[in-house]
């Protein structure tokens, strides 16, 4: 999480959407089990 | 007819988020209803993981990042459960952990011969539905063959490491934008979505940038 370059776009959305970062898929409290 | 709404995807193979969120990405772009032009990027989410790693993404992660197998039960039974409401049937006892390098390799030797949405379609599902290795030459070959490619030209190309380079651009140009996760979609190269969000969150940023375009013609 260091030494990361500012996003050059525009971001649009949910930003703690579900993503897999350094091969841990981060999975958001928010999105409940099989909806 | 107007121009196709470029979308640029930045992706592993052996991400459940972007199986996960090519789901709702297409989902969204059907929604939307015009037209639009996909092109993947590779994105290695573990480059150091070996060809063979002998185990399961549960034992992966446990091993490797210190996660509690119950804890990585627990989440691999959460990715399970969200990918059956995208229509996907993840089978986890089944998956080989590998090194995608290769499988990136290939998506690259198929989007020079004109099938790179369809290679990319066959190795997820390869890897998080049928079980099969997306690590070794000779077995990417095989899921190659399966989309009609020319399987000795496959092992050729990945032997001789043809596109090598291509994969390792795009891995430089993600960092360079500053993207650390996937998937992350950036829409006719200015706005930036990351993770599998809803379908919704791709429609309606195709369609601002449909109408963006309208406004200054």
Not at chain 1, 3 to 18: E, I, K, N, R, Y
Not at chain 1, 24 to 32: D, G, Y
Not at chain 2, 39 to 62: I, K, N, Q, R
Not at chain 2, 126 to 149: K, M, N, Q, S, W
Request: hydrophobic share 40%; charged share 25%; aromatic share 8%.
């Amino acid at each position: 999480m260091t030494d990361v370059a500012p996003s050059p776009f525009t971001m649009l959305g949910d930003q703690a959407a579900a993503v897999c970062v350094d091969d841990v898929c981060v999975i958001p409290e928010h999105i409940p089990h099989g909806e | 007819v107007s121009e196709p709404i470029k979308v640029d995807i930045w992706s592993d193979v052996q991400c459940p988020w972007c199986y996960i969120g090519k789901r709702k990405f297409e989902a969204g772009a059907e929604q939307f209803g015009g037209a639009v032009e996909v092109e993947y990027h590779s994105f290695e989410l573990a480059p150091d993981t070996p060809v063979d790693f002998d185990g399961t993404p549960m034992d992966y992660l446990s091993q490797r990042k210190g996660i509690s197998p119950e804890q990585a039960e627990q989440m691999l039974a959460r990715v399970t459960g969200i990918a059956e409401s995208v229509g996907l049937d993840y089978h986890y006892d089944d998956v080989h952990q590998t090194n995608t390098v290769k499988a990136h390799e290939l998506i690259h030797y198929a989007k020079a011969h004109g099938r790179q949405l369809d290679m990319k379609e066959r190795l997820l599902k390869a890897y998080f539905v049928d079980g099969r290795h997306v690590g070794r030459i000779e077995d990417l070959a095989d899921l190659a063959a399966e989309i009609g490619l020319d399987r000795a030209d496959v092992v050729r190309a990945l032997s001789e490491n043809e596109y090598l380079a291509a994969v390792k651009a795009d891995v430089a140009l993600a960092n360079e934008y500053g993207i650390q996760g996937v998937p992350f979609f950036v829409i006719d190269g200015k706005y930036g979505i990351s993770g599998a969000q809803d379908a919704q969150t791709f429609a309606d940023a195709l369609a601002q940038v449909r109408d963006e375009k309208a406004a200054v013609k």
